[in-house]
């Protein structure tokens, strides 16, 4: 059971309207490397760890990742609530626009809504563990991209918070595939799936 706490993990405090860099933030939210993947990628591959120190594990990061999309959606929507009429017809923020006003809606920066094809769960405790390290990479990496892209100190301070998360996740999953290997006597666990046959 998830407890929600009224308050965001990190401040978010826009005062700039730009729909440009929020049709470039959006990727954080629906992308594919963004937040509400890896939420759901974690909370769905804990139910195959064969260990409680790694379900736990991904219970807690998909639940932090819970909230670090109520952060970039938070951000999306300041950089947009108050949009001018021509700010939303700038031709980068236009299509958007169309479809979705100033709503936050889970998509990348290229404009392909978010979909589950984005994510893995194998079933696999070691997979899931490695896929979960090349998630963190490549949300780090996309936060960089952003943090090249934004002039805004607003807005950069809190993509510098959410990618400093991102590589402490990448270091607890490694940490949990050590772990996860001492669990198991070092037996090659390439050799067979331990959630199903330990």
């Given amino acids: 059971m998830f407890v929600y706490e009224k308050k965001l993990q990190y401040p978010v405090r826009i005062k700039n309207t730009n729909p440009k860099l929020a049709s470039i933030i959006i990727s954080q939210y629906g992308g594919p490397n963004g937040e509400l993947g890896a939420a759901?990628?974690?909370?769905?591959?804990?139910?195959?760890?064969?260990?409680?120190?790694?379900?736990?594990?991904?219970?807690?990061i998909g639940t932090e990742e819970?909230?670090?999309?109520?952060?970039?959606?938070?951000?999306?929507?300041?950089?947009?609530?108050n949009l001018t009429e021509e700010q939303q017809q700038e031709s980068s923020f236009a299509p958007y626009f169309v479809d979705h006003?100033?709503?936050?809606y889970p998509q990348a920066a290229s404009g392909a809504p978010w979909s589950a094809a984005t994510m893995q769960v194998m079933g696999d405790p070691i997979s899931d563990l490695c896929e979960n390290l090349a998630a963190e990479q490549k949300a780090r990496s996309t936060y960089d991209n952003i943090l090249r892209l934004s002039d805004d100190p607003d807005v950069n301070d809190v993509i510098r918070f959410l990618r400093a998360r991102e590589v402490v996740h990448f270091q607890r999953f490694g940490e949990a595939i050590e772990k996860l290997r001492e669990h198991l006597d070092r037996r090659n666990v390439y050799l067979y799936n331990p959630a199903i046959e330990a």
Avoid at 40 to 60: A, H, I, K, N, W
Avoid at 66 to 81: C, D, K, Y
Avoid at 101 to 104: D, F, K, L, Q, S
């Fill in 40 to 60: 759901l990628r974690y909370l769905s591959q804990r139910y195959s760890m064969p260990f409680d120190e790694q379900r736990g594990l991904l219970t807690d």
């Fill in 66 to 81: 819970l909230g670090h999309l109520e952060m970039v959606g938070t951000i999306v929507h300041q950089l947009t609530r």
């Fill in 101 to 104: 006003t100033a709503g936050v």
